[in-house]
Nanobody, 122 residues
Framework: VQLQAYGGGLVQAGDSLRLSCAASGHTFVFYAVGWFHQAPGKEREFVATINWNNGISYYGESVEGRFTISRDNPKNTVHLQMGSLKEEDTAVYYC????????????????WGQGTLVTVSS
C-alpha cells in the first residue's frame, strides 16, 4: 500500500485548509485511517482517525471541534478539513493506515505516507 498526502501549504492563523490522503496499490476499505502531525523537535502526535466501515472518528484534544476527518472509500481517499488554524498547528502531517479499528497510537499503524507540510503564520 502506498499513501500520498497532499494539500499542505502556508496559511495564516484563522484560515482553513484541507489535506487529502490517497491510497494506491491496495484498497483501503478495511483499514482505519489516521492523521498525525510532527512539529520540529517533537514527537509524532495523533490528530484524527476514522474507522473503515461506520465512519466513527476520533480527534486529538488540540484539534477537537476545529478539524474534521472524512473518507471516500470508492476513491481510496481520506480528507482532513482543518479550520481555525493556529500557529501551533504548524507541522508535517502524515496519514497512515492500519487494519482493524481506529487507533490514536502511532505504533499501531502499518503504512505511512511521506507527509505534507502545513505552516500557519500569525
Amino acid at each position: 500500500v502506498q499513501l500520498q498526502a497532499y494539500g499542505g501549504g502556508l496559511v495564516q492563523a484563522g484560515d482553513s485548509l484541507r489535506l487529502s490522503c490517497a491510497a494506491s496499490g491496495h484498497t483501503f476499505v478495511f483499514y482505519a485511517v489516521g492523521w498525525f502531525h510532527q512539529a520540529p523537535g517533537k514527537e509524532r502526535e495523533f490528530v484524527a482517525t476514522i474507522n473503515w466501515n461506520n465512519g466513527i472518528s476520533y480527534y486529538g484534544e488540540s484539534v477537537e471541534g476545529r478539524f474534521t476527518i472524512s473518507r471516500d472509500n470508492p476513491k481510496n481517499t481520506v480528507h482532513l478539513q482543518m479550520g481555525s488554524l493556529k500557529e501551533e498547528d504548524t507541522a508535517v502531517y502524515y496519514c497512515a493506515l492500519r487494519q482493524g479499528g481506529a487507533s490514536t497510537r502511532v505504533m499501531q499503524y502499518d503504512y505511512w505516507g511521506q507527509g505534507t507540510l502545513v505552516t500557519v503564520s500569525s
